[in-house]
């Protein structure tokens, strides 16, 4: 009677869970197929670390996420009593007699400590401390869960202490079979799915940070219009969305007071999937005002812990937007200067000639050099970040590197790609291709991060490969090998610097050592901000933003956030390493009135070489 | 015959049909060749008077029921008719908006040459049209070929308005009618559509005193708008006073405000940076007054002034008003 009663039971559970499931799984499997398994070590290597080891649950929010890691143990350590005790009530086998099942469940003590511990401080946090990320109001279902969890391990508990046949002992079985069996069939349609679904999407995330194929105008693709363009992968990530907020409270856009949350995108992008019709507009289910906010510095899919790819979705309706003429007006000014003149500014190419002529560069020659040094819109164009290159080089003359420039740039396509206007992206990028395959460069340095990321990953989806290099990280090699520099040791005072890390240098690039190692070269007494290495807070330059005027730009500015963060180390000048991250922060310092020094990061390092060797 | 057509809309001349004047002048001049004005549309006297003045052999109105209001039909049907009794060689047109609306359809229709876009004339034999292609990368001398009439759209600004010769006395006015079936329209406008104004329109300025960082504090904007004032200038800035508030943000010039081309552009106080750069370098004249002798606004002014802007802004009021 009981085990019919179990049956109907865990059968009502189970196909709850199943139906819940299906509907998700069809629509992920109506999909057009987004999934990759390229480069599989480093899908099993960031699998060990994020999942099995909970490290970027645990990197952000130290304390959370260590009380979730054991939960999450607790779980797996779990799987096995679950199953031998469903095996039991459903009458199948009953192996709670083994002495070896005895022995587990004493081993299983601890986790439930564990556990109940846990589940206990998330709760608090959740119904109590409530932080910002996790939304304006307290979610009923995650504390209906968080009290399934804990009562499932106090039962777990009790069952030492009461005997097995007796009624307390009965009911405290039931008690903690029937609340497996309510979660199952609550698990689907709350953010708990992530359970099942987090290590599936975790491994399918993309290794490259911000990963955008390009569009292939030959099968007519023009980027996602709506609901039905979304892919697989962007599917399982709405489906697979935990809600912590790490995104939105790591979000430029966000912290400086705009409508942009990407949590929310993936929440929207979750509710379209479900309920709406599948030709939704994709400008109308995320507002086409919050899609031209981000500035795609990826720090939201850099810090998920489940594996959502915020930038496929953000990037891919910008797309659709923009083949259907819906970019914002400035983008339409600076997509002509790009198709008329190739650059970002519609200036003309006979000021980069004269910028090439004064600083004294050769046209780039396998036979005579070693690397070709690539300018850049803002080194073809900007006198003020033309100083920086002039102190590249005269590091680089003086280190005797043999270099050379191209005749002729066109601007790498960032600002077109990250835009959506990917025509004309592939336009500009192919016409480069072309240029430094005919060149013959084999080696590249820049002092433009976006030029590094889009050079040297996006380019190679051409298949076209080339070592490139910011000039941070050559040049710090360069100086490793000669130990020509000092610092400190000359007895002067140290400087009190700071150090902003350019997104598409920190995080898109993970260089963030080479900078800082250069500035403790010559003794630079380096004041971290908040925010910072890989996981810095944007410029606001990014995503075409660089042209956006304030009323474009709803809230703050982002670069007045960030510049106040950087004023907030005491340091007297802020170092940079992009020509971009430099005109918004010295834009935000013009605004506030500071008188906050700014130095490029090879200006810096071509004046102390000069000190140590005058 | 050379025969420019006149751009008007209830009685108002478009200026560009001064330039397309000035240039018909020049064609006609070299190839001998009379110049006669054809102005269609409803209240076509108005504006025929106004082009009068012009040192042109006649002035032609044409009104019919098609030409009111504006569609490609109308204006290819009624033109073309009017264009069989005049004996022209070149119809030349201002490249507006409505030229390159309806002047590809009507010379398509009677089958002959058009030549759009042009910003001079070669003369010396048969007259060259120059014109730009490939965004203006290169320009091609064009010869139209086959037989007359020849159409030409002259670029907004190749010629000047005040070129346009004026005649001793007022040139004879008369009136042409065509018998065009005016149901053959197949469009039916809607009214036209209006842009919402942005209140401030500096591309159109002829003068601007732009202030940058350099002005220190939002009480000294004052000092700038006196020079303003005395100058007949409209005043701008860079982002940096747009974005604290010290002027509304219609008055930014640059890659994330307006672009602007004036006669002179004063730069007080401005640092340059390149994203302001990009905003006014079409400028004819400019005219940089900053501190720091490196200031890369330097690169590009025509005349530059090192020194104290609250020094130096009340000598050139003083200058101007005197």
């Known amino acids: 009677m009981t085990t019919a009663a179990f049956w109907f039971l865990f059968l009502a559970g189970v196909a709850a869970f199943a139906a819940q499931t299906a509907t998700r799984l069809r629509l992920v499997a109506a999909a057009p197929n987004t999934f990759s398994i390229d480069d599989l070590p480093f899908r099993l290597r960031r699998f060990l670390a994020d999942v099995v080891l909970q490290a970027r649950t645990i990197r952000e929010r130290p304390a959370a996420g260590l009380m979730h890691a054991f939960v999450f143990w607790g779980f797996v350590a779990f799987a096995g009593y679950t199953s031998v005790e469903f095996l039991y009530g459903l009458g199948l086998v009953d192996l709670t007699r083994t002495s070896w099942f005895e022995a587990y469940r004493r081993l299983l003590v601890p986790f439930a400590a564990a556990v109940l511990a846990g589940i206990v401080y998330l709760l608090v946090r959740r119904a109590i401390v409530r932080p910002v990320a996790l939304g304006p109001t307290v979610s009923l279902e995650s504390v209906a869960i968080a009290l399934f969890i804990a009562t499932l391990m106090i039962t777990f508990l009790l069952a030492f202490r009461l005997d097995e046949a007796s009624a307390a002992g009965r009911a405290n079985w039931w008690a903690h079979m029937l609340v497996i069996l309510a979660f199952m069939a609550l698990i689907p349609a709350s953010k708990h799915f992530h359970l099942v679904l987090s290590p599936i999407t975790v491994f399918l995330k993309s290794p490259e940070l911000g990963n955008l194929p390009n569009l292939d105008f030959e099968k007519e693709q023009v980027g996602l219009e709506t ?12 489906f697979t969305c935990v809600e912590c907020g790490r995104c939105q409270v790591n979000c430029p856009a966000w912290g400086a007071g705009k409508e942009l949350n990407p949590k929310t995108i993936i929440l929207q992008t979750q509710h379209a999937l479900l309920d709406g019709p599948g030709d939704a507009k994709l400008g109308a289910v995320y507002s086409e005002k919050v899609l031209w906010q981000c500035t795609t510095c990826g720090a939201c899919e850099n810090q998920c812990p489940v594996g959502i790819e915020h930038l496929p979705i953000l990037i891919g309706s910008r797309r659709g937007l923009v083949s259907n003429g819906d970019a914002p007006g400035y983008l339409g000014a600076m997509y002509n200067n790009l198709e008329r003149r190739s650059n970002i500014w519609g200036l003309g190419y006979d000021q980069r000639t004269k910028f090439v002529q004064a600083a004294g560069l050769e046209t780039f020659d396998p036979a005579k050099h070693d690397v070709l040094v690539w300018l850049g819109c803002a080194g073809s164009f900007d006198a003020d970040f033309q100083k920086s290159l002039r102190s590249l080089f005269a590091i680089l003359r003086a280190k005797s590197v043999r270099f050379g420039v191209l005749a002729k740039e066109r601007c790498n396509g960032d600002p077109a790609k990250r835009t959506g206007n990917e025509y004309m992206y592939q336009e500009l990028a192919n016409g480069n291709i072309e240029d430094l395959k005919a060149a013959g460069v084999k080696k590249i340095v820049t002092s433009c991060p976006h030029c590094v990321k889009t050079i040297g990953a996006d380019y190679a989806k051409f298949g076209y490969r080339v070592e490139i290099l910011h000039s941070s990280v050559f040049v710090e090699a360069l100086l490793r090998a000669s130990t020509a520099a000092r610092g400190a040791s000359d007895g002067g005072a140290r400087d009190v610097v700071t150090y902003h890390d350019p997104c598409y240098l920190g995080r898109y ?9 250069l500035l403790a070269r ?3 007494d380096v004041r971290e901000p908040v925010r910072n290495r890989d996981n810095p807070y944007c410029c606001g330059a990014g995503g075409g933003l660089l042209f956006a005027d304030k009323e474009e730009e709803p809230g703050s500015r982002i670069s007045d956030v960030r510049f106040k963060q950087l004023q907030a180390t005491g340091a007297g000048t802020v170092v940079t390493a992009c020509p971009f991250c430099s005109i918004m922060l010295k834009g935000a310092q013009a605004s506030a009135g500071a008188d906050t020094q700014f130095v490029d990061l090879m200006t810096y390092v071509d004046g102390r070489l000069q000190k140590a060797t005058a | 015959m050379i025969v420019v057509v006149a751009e008007q809309r209830g009685g108002a001349l478009n200026r560009a049909t001064w330039e397309t004047i ?14 006669a004005v054809l102005v269609p549309g409803a209240r076509a006297g108005a504006a025929a008077n106004e082009v009068a003045a012009a040192d042109v052999q006649e002035v032609i109105t044409l009104e ?4 009111e209001p504006y569609t490609p039909d109308g204006f290819t049907a009624a033109l073309e008719a009017a264009l069989e009794q005049l004996d022209a060689r070149y119809v030349l047109m201002p490249h507006t908006y409505q030229t390159r609306d309806f002047a ?3 010379a398509a229709r009677m089958d002959r040459a058009i030549i759009t876009d042009v910003t001079s004339i070669k003369s010396g ?7 730009p292609m490939f965004q203006g990368k290169l320009t091609a001398d064009v010869v139209p070929q086959g037989p007359a009439p020849h159409f030409v759209t002259f670029q907004i600004g190749a010629y000047r308005v005040d070129h346009a010769k004026k005649g001793a006395s007022a040139a004879r006015v008369r009136a042409l009618t065509v018998d065009v079936d005016a149901s053959t329209v197949r ?3 809607e009214a036209p559509f209006q842009q919402a104004k942005q209140a401030v329109d500096l591309s159109q300025a002829e003068r601007i005193v732009s202030v940058g960082r350099g002005i220190k504090e939002q009480a000294n904007i004052a000092v700038a708008e006196k020079l303003a004032q005395a100058l007949g200038a409209e005043i701008a800035a860079s982002r940096p006073i747009c974005d604290a508030g010290w002027l509304p943000m219609e008055r930014q010039v640059g890659s994330s405000g307006q672009t602007v081309a004036p006669k002179l552009y004063l730069a007080l106080g401005i640092s340059g940076a390149i994203q302001h750069l990009v905003g006014m370098k079409g400028s004819s004249t400019v005219v940089a007054i900053n501190k720091d002798p490196d200031a890369p606004i330097f690169e590009i002014a025509d005349y530059g002034i090192v020194g104290d802007l609250f020094e130096i802004v009340p000598a050139i009021i003083d200058a101007v008003k005197t």
């Open chain 2, 64 to 67: 019919h029921a098609a030409l």
């Open chain 1, 522 to 524: 010559f003794g630079a």
């Open chain 2, 22 to 35: 000035a240039a018909a002048q020049q064609l006609g001049g070299a190839a001998g060749a009379p110049v």
């Open chain 2, 187 to 189: 469009e039916k406008p």
């Open chain 1, 509 to 517: 690039g993970g260089t963030v050592d080479e900078p800082r190692a």
């Open chain 2, 125 to 131: 034999g048969e007259p060259a049209f120059v014109r």
């Open chain 2, 104 to 106: 590809p359809k009507l």
């Open chain 1, 227 to 238: 609901v039905k363009d979304l892919g697989s992968k962007m599917r399982l990530d709405a």
